[in-house]
């Protein structure tokens, strides 16, 4: 079955640097990975979604590149703001699978002012 | 209405008790799926519906039921839960299947504590 690993597990940036996150997908029939924010008591929220037809994907501060050949996609979140702060999580689909998603473990991200 | 409404938000719940989880949407969505989120972890699939019929269940004990009644409503029936169930319970729903994956909107959760 799919396997997705997102690294790093926390990272602190200080406000107004970028903050890139990754993630590495096992199942090389996946083909949508979104990703989620997700804050302290708060529901999920979809932030940014690429399918697999594309390469890459930007919505104003941030952005999502995947490589199908590698098997890996990131989030790259530029000129940081401490509202950014939140647990981020990667995900991506198993085909086949019904409509199931596969999260990665989530990533920590504190901006500090 | 682009909103997933999930109650109660919080429950607190005996080992013997009976309890249900209730979801709505009226965004037209087809799917919706039960997560389970333990505090600092990803949320995990419970089930997925998809046109009303149970299309995933992974794995999970019999104490838990789902059911939904019709395209906009998704239920979670709980019966004899352990202490170990505590979690966030997370509703969401999408449109069904194109080529692709279709996005998941997620309500805000019920928060259970089974004591």
């Known amino acids: 079955g799919e396997n997705v690993e997102q690294h790093p597990s926390t990272l602190s940036v200080q406000e107004g640097d970028s903050a890139v996150i990754k993630c590495t997908y096992s199942d090389s029939a996946s083909n949508y990975f979104p990703w989620y924010k997700q804050e302290l008591g708060k529901r999920p929220q979809l932030i940014i979604d690429i399918r697999s037809n594309v390469g890459e994907k930007k919505d104003q501060r941030i952005a999502v590149t995947l490589n199908k050949t590698a098997k890996h996609f990131s989030l790259h979140i530029t000129e940081t703001q401490p509202e950014d702060s939140a647990v981020y999580f990667c995900a991506a689909n198993l085909p086949g699978g019904g409509d199931k998603l596969i999260f990665g473990t989530g990533t920590r991200l504190q901006v500090f002012p | 209405d682009t909103e997933v409404t999930q109650t109660p938000k919080h429950l607190v719940m005996g080992m013997t008790n009976k309890k249900s989880l209730k979801c709505e949407q009226h965004m037209g969505h087809r799917a919706m799926y039960w997560y389970k989120q333990k505090a600092k972890k990803p949320p995990e699939l419970m089930f997925v519906?998809?046109?009303?019929?149970?299309?995933i269940n992974e794995s999970v004990p019999s104490r838990f039921s789902p059911e939904c009644p019709n395209s906009s409503l998704l239920n979670l029936h709980l019966h004899a839960l352990q202490p170990e169930d505590s979690a966030l319970y997370l509703c969401a729903s999408s449109q069904v299947g194109g080529d692709f994956g279709e996005k998941l909107f997620f309500g805000s959760g019920t928060q259970l504590s089974v004591l």
């Open positions: 519906y998809s046109y009303e019929k149970l299309s």
